[in-house]
Protein backbone atom coordinates (compact mmCIF):
# COMPACT_ATOMS: atom_id res chain seq x y z
CA UNK A 1 0.00 0.00 0.00
CA UNK A 2 1.46 3.48 -1.38
CA UNK A 3 1.75 5.83 1.66
CA UNK A 4 1.60 9.74 1.68
CA UNK A 5 3.25 11.53 4.53
CA UNK A 6 1.96 14.68 3.21
CA UNK A 7 -0.26 16.56 6.17
CA UNK A 8 -2.93 17.82 3.99
CA UNK A 9 -3.59 14.58 2.37
CA UNK A 10 -5.79 11.80 1.76
CA UNK A 11 -4.24 9.48 4.59
CA UNK A 12 -4.66 11.86 7.00
CA UNK A 13 -7.81 12.80 6.26
CA UNK A 14 -8.91 8.98 6.18
CA UNK A 15 -6.91 8.55 9.77
CA UNK A 16 -9.64 11.23 10.77
CA UNK A 17 -12.63 10.00 9.49
CA UNK A 18 -11.77 6.46 10.87
CA UNK A 19 -10.78 7.24 14.26
CA UNK A 20 -7.76 6.38 13.83
CA UNK A 21 -6.07 10.02 14.36
CA UNK A 22 -6.72 11.24 18.20
CA UNK A 23 -7.31 7.68 19.41
CA UNK A 24 -7.28 5.99 22.79
CA UNK A 25 -3.83 4.42 23.02
CA UNK A 26 -3.00 1.82 25.24
CA UNK A 27 -1.38 2.13 28.59
CA UNK A 28 0.41 -0.37 30.97
CA UNK A 29 -1.74 -0.50 34.13
CA UNK A 30 0.50 1.43 36.68
CA UNK A 31 -0.99 2.02 40.06
CA UNK A 32 -1.50 5.95 40.97
CA UNK A 33 0.45 5.68 43.56
CA UNK A 34 3.94 4.34 42.07
CA UNK A 35 3.24 7.16 38.63
CA UNK A 36 2.59 9.72 41.15
CA UNK A 37 6.38 9.08 42.27
CA UNK A 38 7.60 8.10 39.02
CA UNK A 39 5.94 11.72 37.26
CA UNK A 40 7.65 13.93 40.62
CA UNK A 41 9.49 16.71 38.68
CA UNK A 42 13.19 18.14 40.09
CA UNK A 43 15.53 20.56 39.03
CA UNK A 44 18.25 19.02 40.33
CA UNK A 45 19.35 16.14 37.68
CA UNK A 46 18.56 18.53 34.82
CA UNK A 47 20.65 21.47 36.55
CA UNK A 48 23.39 19.06 37.07
CA UNK A 49 23.78 17.85 33.37
CA UNK A 50 22.79 20.89 31.68
CA UNK A 51 25.73 21.91 33.50
CA UNK A 52 28.19 19.10 32.25
CA UNK A 53 26.96 19.76 29.01
CA UNK A 54 27.35 23.33 28.38
CA UNK A 55 30.47 23.30 30.49
CA UNK A 56 32.05 20.19 28.43
CA UNK A 57 30.91 22.45 25.16
CA UNK A 58 32.96 25.71 26.31
CA UNK A 59 35.90 23.68 27.33
CA UNK A 60 35.78 21.68 23.66
CA UNK A 61 35.10 25.37 22.02
CA UNK A 62 38.31 26.66 23.71
CA UNK A 63 40.60 23.81 22.94
CA UNK A 64 39.38 24.02 19.87
CA UNK A 65 39.98 27.88 19.06
CA UNK A 66 43.21 28.27 21.30
CA UNK A 67 44.90 24.99 18.97
CA UNK A 68 43.11 25.95 15.42
CA UNK A 69 43.80 24.91 12.84
CA UNK A 70 45.90 22.07 14.51
CA UNK A 71 44.90 18.85 13.32
CA UNK A 72 44.92 17.82 17.44
CA UNK A 73 42.03 19.88 17.96
CA UNK A 74 39.67 16.93 16.10
CA UNK A 75 38.48 14.99 18.93
CA UNK A 76 37.78 17.95 21.02
CA UNK A 77 35.76 19.20 17.88
CA UNK A 78 34.32 15.95 16.59
CA UNK A 79 32.66 16.01 21.24
CA UNK A 80 31.85 19.42 21.12
CA UNK A 81 30.36 18.63 17.78
CA UNK A 82 27.96 15.60 19.45
CA UNK A 83 27.07 17.70 22.21
CA UNK A 84 25.82 20.55 19.67
CA UNK A 85 24.19 18.90 17.11
CA UNK A 86 23.07 15.67 19.15
CA UNK A 87 22.43 16.28 22.46
CA UNK A 88 20.82 19.33 21.75
CA UNK A 89 18.13 17.28 20.48
CA UNK A 90 17.13 15.27 23.28
CA UNK A 91 17.75 18.44 25.43
CA UNK A 92 14.93 20.26 23.05
CA UNK A 93 12.78 17.13 23.26
CA UNK A 94 12.89 16.86 27.20
CA UNK A 95 12.25 20.44 27.99
CA UNK A 96 9.96 20.86 25.57
CA UNK A 97 7.26 18.55 27.24
CA UNK A 98 8.59 20.54 30.34
CA UNK A 99 9.62 17.51 32.14
CA UNK A 100 12.90 18.05 32.03
CA UNK A 101 13.55 20.62 35.14
CA UNK A 102 10.52 21.39 37.80
CA UNK A 103 11.18 25.48 37.33
CA UNK A 104 9.20 26.37 34.61
CA UNK A 105 11.91 28.82 32.96
CA UNK A 106 14.80 26.61 33.41
CA UNK A 107 12.75 24.17 30.83
CA UNK A 108 12.11 27.53 28.79
CA UNK A 109 15.85 28.88 28.31
CA UNK A 110 17.26 25.27 27.33
CA UNK A 111 14.10 24.72 25.18
CA UNK A 112 15.12 27.93 23.42
CA UNK A 113 19.03 27.44 23.35
CA UNK A 114 18.72 23.79 22.23
CA UNK A 115 15.81 24.50 19.54
CA UNK A 116 18.57 26.76 17.93
CA UNK A 117 21.41 24.35 17.77
CA UNK A 118 19.34 21.40 16.44
CA UNK A 119 18.00 24.18 13.70
CA UNK A 120 13.89 23.94 14.78
CA UNK A 121 12.00 26.55 15.48
CA UNK A 122 11.20 26.64 18.95
CA UNK A 123 7.60 27.66 18.31
CA UNK A 124 6.70 25.09 15.65
CA UNK A 125 8.35 22.45 16.82
CA UNK A 126 6.64 22.27 20.11
CA UNK A 127 3.82 22.07 18.09
CA UNK A 128 4.83 19.64 16.25
CA UNK A 129 5.60 17.48 18.77
CA UNK A 130 2.12 17.61 20.20
CA UNK A 131 1.32 16.12 16.85
CA UNK A 132 3.99 13.25 17.04
CA UNK A 133 2.39 12.02 20.41
CA UNK A 134 -1.30 12.18 19.65
CA UNK A 135 -0.69 10.30 16.46
CA UNK A 136 2.96 8.77 16.70
CA UNK A 137 3.88 7.19 13.10
CA UNK A 138 0.09 7.85 11.63
CA UNK A 139 0.35 8.66 8.46
CA UNK A 140 -0.56 11.84 7.25
CA UNK A 141 -1.03 13.24 10.64
CA UNK A 142 2.21 12.78 12.35
CA UNK A 143 4.84 15.67 11.24
CA UNK A 144 8.10 14.13 12.79
CA UNK A 145 7.89 9.97 10.90
CA UNK A 146 11.96 9.89 10.66
CA UNK A 147 11.31 6.94 8.07
CA UNK A 148 9.14 6.74 5.64
CA UNK A 149 8.10 3.98 3.25
CA UNK A 150 9.64 2.68 1.42
CA UNK A 151 13.16 3.61 3.39
CA UNK A 152 15.18 6.38 1.36
CA UNK A 153 18.52 4.74 2.12
CA UNK A 154 20.87 6.82 0.47
CA UNK A 155 19.15 10.03 2.33
CA UNK A 156 19.08 8.00 5.71
CA UNK A 157 22.51 7.60 5.14
CA UNK A 158 23.50 11.12 4.32
CA UNK A 159 21.66 12.75 7.51
CA UNK A 160 23.64 11.12 9.68
CA UNK A 161 25.90 14.53 8.89
CA UNK A 162 22.65 16.35 9.02
CA UNK A 163 22.65 16.80 4.91
CA UNK A 164 18.78 16.70 4.29
CA UNK A 165 17.95 18.42 7.92
CA UNK A 166 19.83 21.32 7.31
CA UNK A 167 19.40 21.49 3.49
CA UNK A 168 15.33 21.44 4.80
CA UNK A 169 16.06 23.61 7.89
CA UNK A 170 17.77 26.83 6.23
CA UNK A 171 15.00 27.28 3.15
CA UNK A 172 12.29 26.93 6.48
CA UNK A 173 14.41 29.37 8.31
CA UNK A 174 14.20 32.04 5.49
CA UNK A 175 10.42 31.05 4.64
CA UNK A 176 9.24 31.67 8.46
CA UNK A 177 11.66 34.47 8.52
CA UNK A 178 9.50 36.14 5.88
CA UNK A 179 5.99 35.05 5.76
CA UNK A 180 5.61 33.08 9.42
CA UNK A 181 4.56 29.07 9.17
CA UNK A 182 3.91 27.31 6.13
CA UNK A 183 0.61 25.62 4.93
CA UNK A 184 1.68 22.51 6.23
CA UNK A 185 3.35 24.09 9.62
CA UNK A 186 -0.16 26.34 9.80
CA UNK A 187 -2.01 22.90 10.72
CA UNK A 188 -0.96 21.84 13.61
CA UNK A 189 0.35 25.49 15.00
CA UNK A 190 -2.17 27.50 16.36
CA UNK A 191 -2.31 30.58 14.67
CA UNK A 192 -1.93 32.59 17.80
CA UNK A 193 1.48 31.19 17.80
CA UNK A 194 1.95 32.36 13.77
CA UNK A 195 3.78 35.48 15.11
CA UNK A 196 6.15 33.84 17.16
CA UNK A 197 7.14 31.40 14.43
CA UNK A 198 8.21 34.63 12.60
CA UNK A 199 10.38 35.91 15.64
CA UNK A 200 11.86 32.59 16.56
CA UNK A 201 12.67 32.49 13.02
CA UNK A 202 14.53 35.87 12.82
CA UNK A 203 16.51 35.86 15.78
CA UNK A 204 18.19 32.59 14.69
CA UNK A 205 18.42 33.78 11.17
CA UNK A 206 20.38 36.72 12.53
CA UNK A 207 22.71 34.79 14.65
CA UNK A 208 23.55 32.68 11.62
CA UNK A 209 24.23 35.73 9.77
CA UNK A 210 26.35 37.63 12.02
CA UNK A 211 28.40 34.37 12.45
CA UNK A 212 28.78 34.08 8.70
CA UNK A 213 29.77 38.01 8.98
CA UNK A 214 32.54 36.99 11.51
CA UNK A 215 33.79 34.25 9.43
CA UNK A 216 34.15 36.31 6.67
CA UNK A 217 35.54 39.16 8.16
CA UNK A 218 38.11 36.87 10.01
CA UNK A 219 39.28 34.94 6.54
CA UNK A 220 38.09 31.18 8.87
CA UNK A 221 35.82 29.12 9.10
CA UNK A 222 36.57 28.76 13.04
CA UNK A 223 32.94 30.76 14.25
CA UNK A 224 31.51 28.83 11.80
CA UNK A 225 33.01 25.55 13.44
CA UNK A 226 31.14 26.77 16.98
CA UNK A 227 28.04 28.01 15.41
CA UNK A 228 26.32 26.26 12.95
CA UNK A 229 28.54 23.21 11.44
CA UNK A 230 28.27 21.06 14.50
CA UNK A 231 24.67 20.34 13.35
CA UNK A 232 26.16 18.92 10.69
CA UNK A 233 29.32 16.94 11.83
CA UNK A 234 27.83 16.18 15.23
CA UNK A 235 24.41 14.94 13.78
CA UNK A 236 25.56 11.40 13.63
CA UNK A 237 25.11 10.00 17.29
CA UNK A 238 21.00 11.68 17.53
CA UNK A 239 20.54 10.51 13.96
CA UNK A 240 22.11 6.74 15.33
CA UNK A 241 19.44 6.96 18.28
CA UNK A 242 16.19 8.64 16.54
CA UNK A 243 15.98 5.87 13.60
CA UNK A 244 15.77 3.19 16.94
CA UNK A 245 13.33 5.06 18.22
CA UNK A 246 10.61 3.75 15.75
CA UNK A 247 12.39 2.29 12.60
CA UNK A 248 11.17 -1.10 11.12
CA UNK A 249 8.38 -1.09 13.52
CA UNK A 250 3.95 -0.79 12.33
CA UNK A 251 2.47 2.25 11.69
CA UNK A 252 -1.01 3.53 11.82
CA UNK A 253 -1.48 2.00 14.95
CA UNK A 254 -2.42 2.82 18.79
CA UNK A 255 -0.27 0.91 20.98
CA UNK A 256 3.49 1.89 21.04
CA UNK A 257 4.54 -1.67 22.29
CA UNK A 258 4.44 -1.78 18.57
CA UNK A 259 5.56 0.95 16.80
CA UNK A 260 8.31 2.13 19.32
CA UNK A 261 11.55 0.56 20.94
CA UNK A 262 13.25 0.30 23.77
CA UNK A 263 17.12 -0.41 23.58
CA UNK A 264 19.61 -0.54 26.48
CA UNK A 265 22.66 1.54 25.64
CA UNK A 266 25.76 2.80 27.06
CA UNK A 267 25.90 5.45 30.03
CA UNK A 268 27.71 8.36 27.63
CA UNK A 269 25.11 7.80 24.85
CA UNK A 270 22.16 7.70 27.70
CA UNK A 271 23.56 10.96 28.84
CA UNK A 272 23.69 12.43 25.51
CA UNK A 273 20.59 11.22 24.61
CA UNK A 274 19.01 11.83 27.76
CA UNK A 275 17.54 8.27 28.55
CA UNK A 276 15.11 8.79 25.55
CA UNK A 277 16.05 5.13 24.56
CA UNK A 278 13.43 3.50 26.98
CA UNK A 279 10.80 4.98 24.53
CA UNK A 280 7.98 2.65 24.67
CA UNK A 281 8.19 3.53 28.35
CA UNK A 282 8.53 7.80 26.87
CA UNK A 283 5.69 7.84 24.58
CA UNK A 284 3.16 5.80 26.99
CA UNK A 285 4.30 8.24 29.74
CA UNK A 286 5.47 11.33 28.64
CA UNK A 287 4.34 12.80 32.10
CA UNK A 288 7.45 11.17 33.68
CA UNK A 289 10.96 12.97 33.05
CA UNK A 290 14.15 11.23 31.56
CA UNK A 291 16.16 10.72 35.06
CA UNK A 292 12.74 8.46 35.93
CA UNK A 293 12.46 6.20 32.71
CA UNK A 294 14.35 3.78 33.64
CA UNK A 295 12.57 3.21 36.82
CA UNK A 296 9.24 3.55 35.07
CA UNK A 297 10.93 0.60 32.34
CA UNK A 298 11.24 -1.80 35.94
CA UNK A 299 7.55 -1.24 36.52
CA UNK A 300 6.53 -1.98 33.10
CA UNK A 301 8.86 -4.04 31.31
CA UNK A 302 6.53 -7.20 32.08
CA UNK A 303 3.96 -5.70 29.71
CA UNK A 304 6.33 -5.07 26.52
CA UNK A 305 8.12 -6.23 24.10
CA UNK A 306 12.07 -7.35 25.41
CA UNK A 307 14.56 -4.56 24.77
CA UNK A 308 17.50 -4.68 22.29
CA UNK A 309 20.39 -5.03 24.25
CA UNK A 310 22.47 -2.81 22.57
CA UNK A 311 22.46 -0.55 20.23
CA UNK A 312 24.37 -2.72 17.61
CA UNK A 313 21.40 -5.15 18.44
CA UNK A 314 19.27 -2.47 17.51
CA UNK A 315 20.32 -1.82 14.65
CA UNK A 316 20.64 -5.59 13.32
CA UNK A 317 16.92 -5.98 14.27
CA UNK A 318 16.08 -2.52 12.64
CA UNK A 319 18.25 -2.41 9.07
CA UNK A 320 17.19 -5.76 7.86
CA UNK A 321 13.42 -5.04 7.91
CA UNK A 322 13.90 -1.40 6.46
CA UNK A 323 15.64 -3.11 3.12
CA UNK A 324 12.18 -5.56 3.30
CA UNK A 325 9.79 -2.43 3.46
CA UNK A 326 11.98 -1.62 0.11
CA UNK A 327 10.53 -4.12 -1.79
CA UNK A 328 6.70 -4.36 0.46
CA UNK A 329 5.92 -1.22 2.51
CA UNK A 330 3.47 -2.64 4.31
CA UNK A 331 6.49 -5.12 6.20
CA UNK A 332 7.09 -4.03 9.91
CA UNK A 333 8.43 -6.59 12.55
CA UNK A 334 5.91 -7.61 15.02
CA UNK A 335 8.23 -8.44 18.50
CA UNK A 336 6.74 -11.16 20.63
CA UNK A 337 5.30 -9.81 24.05
CA UNK A 338 6.03 -11.80 27.39
CA UNK A 339 4.13 -14.31 28.77
CA UNK A 340 1.26 -12.67 30.96
CA UNK A 341 1.64 -9.22 29.18
CA UNK A 342 -1.78 -7.62 27.83
CA UNK A 343 -1.99 -8.39 24.28
CA UNK A 344 -1.70 -5.75 21.71
CA UNK A 345 -4.63 -3.56 20.58
CA UNK A 346 -5.80 -4.88 17.79
CA UNK A 347 -8.87 -2.84 17.17
CA UNK A 348 -8.17 -0.82 14.58
CA UNK A 349 -6.06 -1.45 12.37
CA UNK A 350 -5.66 -5.27 11.95
CA UNK A 351 -3.90 -5.17 8.98
CA UNK A 352 -1.54 -2.92 10.38
CA UNK A 353 -1.18 -5.20 13.20
CA UNK A 354 0.03 -8.64 10.79
CA UNK A 355 -3.35 -10.34 9.80
CA UNK A 356 -2.12 -10.32 6.24
CA UNK A 357 -2.00 -13.54 4.29
CA UNK A 358 1.37 -14.92 4.28
CA UNK A 359 1.48 -14.96 0.63
CA UNK A 360 1.56 -11.13 0.58
CA UNK A 361 4.82 -11.16 2.24
CA UNK A 362 7.73 -12.09 -0.10
CA UNK A 363 10.20 -13.81 1.39
CA UNK A 364 13.88 -12.97 2.14
CA UNK B 1 -31.26 24.70 36.15
CA UNK B 2 -28.39 23.63 38.74
CA UNK B 3 -27.76 21.21 40.88
CA UNK B 4 -25.31 20.40 43.90
CA UNK B 5 -24.28 17.30 43.47
CA UNK B 6 -22.03 14.69 45.80
CA UNK B 7 -18.71 14.14 43.88
CA UNK B 8 -16.56 12.51 46.51
CA UNK B 9 -15.80 12.16 50.07
CA UNK B 10 -13.25 14.82 51.15
CA UNK B 11 -10.61 11.34 52.11
CA UNK B 12 -11.12 9.93 48.39
CA UNK B 13 -8.68 12.85 47.27
CA UNK B 14 -5.01 12.99 48.67
CA UNK B 15 -3.30 16.38 48.99
CA UNK B 16 -1.95 17.90 46.02
CA UNK B 17 -3.79 15.32 43.75
CA UNK B 18 -7.27 14.97 41.67
CA UNK B 19 -9.67 12.36 40.88
CA UNK B 20 -12.28 11.83 38.32
CA UNK B 21 -15.91 11.93 38.68
CA UNK B 22 -18.23 11.43 35.93
CA UNK B 23 -21.89 12.47 35.98
CA UNK B 24 -24.87 12.61 33.55
CA UNK B 25 -22.76 11.40 30.66
CA UNK B 26 -20.37 14.46 31.70
CA UNK B 27 -16.34 14.32 33.19
CA UNK B 28 -15.43 16.08 35.56
CA UNK B 29 -11.76 16.48 37.86
CA UNK B 30 -11.82 16.97 41.63
CA UNK B 31 -8.57 18.48 42.98
CA UNK B 32 -7.83 18.60 46.92
CA UNK B 33 -4.99 21.41 47.11
CA UNK B 34 -2.02 21.68 49.15
CA UNK B 35 -3.46 24.00 51.35
CA UNK B 36 -6.64 21.75 51.64
CA UNK B 37 -9.36 23.28 49.62
CA UNK B 38 -11.28 21.96 46.84
CA UNK B 39 -11.63 22.95 43.42
CA UNK B 40 -13.78 21.11 40.63
CA UNK B 41 -12.85 21.51 36.55
CA UNK B 42 -13.91 19.88 33.25
CA UNK B 43 -12.57 16.66 33.27
CA UNK B 44 -10.71 16.77 29.75
CA UNK B 45 -7.85 19.06 28.69
CA UNK B 46 -9.33 21.65 26.24
CA UNK B 47 -6.67 20.68 23.97
CA UNK B 48 -7.66 17.32 23.03
CA UNK B 49 -9.99 14.91 24.54
CA UNK B 50 -7.97 13.10 27.55
CA UNK B 51 -8.75 12.86 30.93
CA UNK B 52 -6.95 15.22 33.10
CA UNK B 53 -7.32 12.17 35.98
CA UNK B 54 -3.82 10.87 35.26
CA UNK B 55 -2.07 14.11 35.42
CA UNK B 56 -0.04 15.38 38.04
CA UNK B 57 -0.80 17.84 39.91
CA UNK B 58 1.71 20.27 41.12
CA UNK B 59 0.55 23.20 43.86
CA UNK B 60 -2.23 25.13 41.80
CA UNK B 61 -0.95 23.69 38.82
CA UNK B 62 -2.62 20.48 36.80
CA UNK B 63 -0.57 18.97 33.92
CA UNK B 64 -2.23 16.99 31.27
CA UNK B 65 -1.07 13.34 31.02
CA UNK B 66 -0.82 13.73 26.98
CA UNK B 67 1.18 16.76 25.85
CA UNK B 68 2.21 18.15 29.21
CA UNK B 69 0.19 21.29 29.04
CA UNK B 70 -0.78 22.86 32.47
CA UNK B 71 -3.88 24.68 33.95
CA UNK B 72 -4.84 26.60 37.19
CA UNK B 73 -7.11 24.71 38.61
CA UNK B 74 -8.21 27.19 40.48
CA UNK B 75 -9.13 29.30 38.09
CA UNK B 76 -9.09 27.18 34.64
CA UNK B 77 -6.45 29.43 33.42
CA UNK B 78 -4.11 27.65 30.29
CA UNK B 79 -0.99 28.20 31.56
CA UNK B 80 1.38 26.13 29.05
CA UNK B 81 1.33 25.28 25.78
CA UNK B 82 -0.05 23.46 24.14
CA UNK B 83 -2.93 24.08 25.67
CA UNK B 84 -4.66 27.85 24.86
CA UNK B 85 -7.97 27.27 25.73
CA UNK B 86 -8.94 27.94 29.69
CA UNK B 87 -10.56 25.52 31.49
CA UNK B 88 -13.73 25.33 32.61
CA UNK B 89 -14.38 25.44 36.64
CA UNK B 90 -17.28 24.44 39.24
CA UNK B 91 -18.24 26.01 42.56
CA UNK B 92 -17.45 22.99 45.03
CA UNK B 93 -18.51 23.10 48.66
CA UNK B 94 -17.65 20.65 51.22
CA UNK B 95 -20.03 19.63 53.86
CA UNK B 96 -19.73 16.85 56.57
CA UNK B 97 -16.67 15.41 55.07
CA UNK B 98 -18.15 15.46 51.42
CA UNK B 99 -17.70 17.30 48.46
CA UNK B 100 -20.13 18.62 46.29
CA UNK B 101 -19.61 20.14 43.01
CA UNK B 102 -22.36 22.49 41.73
CA UNK B 103 -23.23 21.00 37.48
CA UNK B 104 -25.60 23.11 35.06
Known amino acids: MKRDYSLLGPDGARAVETGLAAAEWYHTEVPRKVMKELMQRSDQPAIRDTVIWLGSMVVLAGIGIAFWPSFWTIPAWLAYGVLYGSASDSRWHECGHGTAFRTAWMNNAVYEIASFMIMRNSATWRWSHARHHTDTYIVGRDPEIAVMRPPAFFKLILNFFGVFDVAAALPRLAYNAVLGPTTEEKTFVPQSEWGKVARVARIHMAIYLATLALAIWLGSILPLMVIGLPRLYGAWHHVMTGLLQHGGLADNVIDHRLNSRTVYMNPISRFVYWNMNYHVEHHMFPMVPYHALPRLHDAIKHDLPAPNPSIAAGFAEMWPALRRQLRYEDYFLRRELPEGAKPYREDFHRAALGDLPETAIPAE | ?104
Not at chain 2, 57 to 83: I, S, W
Not at chain 2, 95 to 100: M, N
Request: glycine share 8%.
Open chain 2, 1 to 104: MSQWIRACATDDVDEEDLIRFDHAGETYAIYHSPEGDFFATAGKCTHEDVHLCDGLVMGHLVECPKHNGQFDYRTGEAKRAPVCVNLRTYPIRVEAGAVFIEVP
